[in-house]
Nanobody
Framework: QVQLVESGGGLVQAGGSLRLSCAAS????????MAWFRQAPGNEREFVGA????????YYGDSVKGRFTISRDNAKNTVYLQMDTLKPEDTAVYHC??????????????WGQGTQVTVSS
């Protein structure tokens, strides 16, 4: 069982930056692929990006590629999402997720409650 708690959301102007954190419970954090998804009102959950178990490999959704960066610290059981050059269309609730297999679809086993990111124009 893994419990995930996101933090770091807030209100930022377009062009600004935010860094989200996701702290995981348990001693097996390094066994999981970690991902970030987001969901805006009226929209389906959208894949933002994911990072491999050891952190050597990352992949991103097309809408955030080149602007967002995922990293992880397995010693701290934490995954991060650095968001730069934010746009109003990035406004959403951001969720972190964990799964042994991972991937781009939202069928991860464990989810956090989410943190709101609002980008003003």
């Amino acid at each position: 069982q893994v419990q995930l708690v996101e933090s770091g959301g807030g209100l930022v102007q377009a062009g600004g930056s935010l860094r989200l954190s996701c702290a995981a419970s348990g001693r097996t954090f390094s066994m999981y692929v970690m991902a970030w998804f987001r969901q805006a009102p009226g929209n389906e959950r959208e894949f933002v990006g994911a990072i491999s178990r050891g952190g050597s490999s990352t992949y991103y959704g097309d809408s955030v590629k080149g602007r967002f960066t995922i990293s992880r610290d397995n010693a701290k059981n934490t995954v991060y999402l650095q968001m730069d050059t934010l746009k109003p269309e990035d406004t959403a609730v951001y969720h972190c997720a964990a799964d042994v297999v991972g991937g781009r679809t939202a069928d991860y086993n464990y989810w956090g409650q989410g943190t709101q990111v609002t980008v003003s124009s």
